[in-house]
């Protein structure tokens, strides 16, 4: 592994992999992998184990420890795969437009609405358009109008507790 890690000498990996291939293909099958997985599980398994033989450190681990990890690495990197969940495919929303009787119930809500905001204090008012109808967070109010944070926040809440109370009597 020395020779592999520091001249990557091909024919010492080519000793390694015929001492541990078959090592490791065995504890995949007992596993439960097929023979193909196994095979291709193993392929994987010693290249990493080429490519990272710069981090092989004999201080730390043996060599066999050290590749065996690498194919419990992989075995559960598999398996987390193998059963992850599929999503569904995506639906296409229907291209069907809005009846007339939808448009005119948004309507009636957009006006209602309107009403309702109209009822509101100017500041109250002010603060929730800014934050559902210009989509600005409560600190880009905050920078756009100068005004503190917490009174922002306040007057939104209190704003929205006024109006779904205007938006009840209107129903």
Do not use: C
Not at 34 to 60: C, H, I, S, Y
Not at 96 to 101: F, N
Not at 116 to 125: G, S, Y
């Amino acid at each position: 592994m020395l020779a592999v890690r520091d001249a990557r000498d091909k024919r010492s990996f080519g000793l390694l992999f015929d001492h541990f291939a078959p090592r490791l293909k065995g504890m995949i099958l007992k596993s439960g992998l097929g023979d193909n997985q196994a095979e291709d599980l193993v392929q994987e398994v010693m290249l990493t184990v080429w490519r990272k033989a710069g981090q092989f450190d004999p201080e730390r681990a043996q060599v066999s420890a050290w590749i065996y990890q690498i194919a419990r690495n992989r075995q559960i990197d598999l398996h987390r795969k193998e059963s992850r969940p599929v999503p569904e495919a995506l639906k296409q929303p229907e291209e069907d437009s809005p009846d007339a009787g939808q448009a005119l119930a948004i309507e009636q809500e957009t006006a209602k609405l309107k009403a309702a905001l109209q009822q509101l204090r100017p500041d109250q008012r002010e603060m929730i358009e800014k934050a559902y109808l210009g989509e600005l967070s409560h600190s880009d109010i905050s920078r756009q109008t100068g005004v503190p944070l917490g009174t922002i926040k306040s007057r939104i809440r209190l704003g929205l507790e006024r109006l779904r109370h205007e938006l009840k009597e209107i129903r």
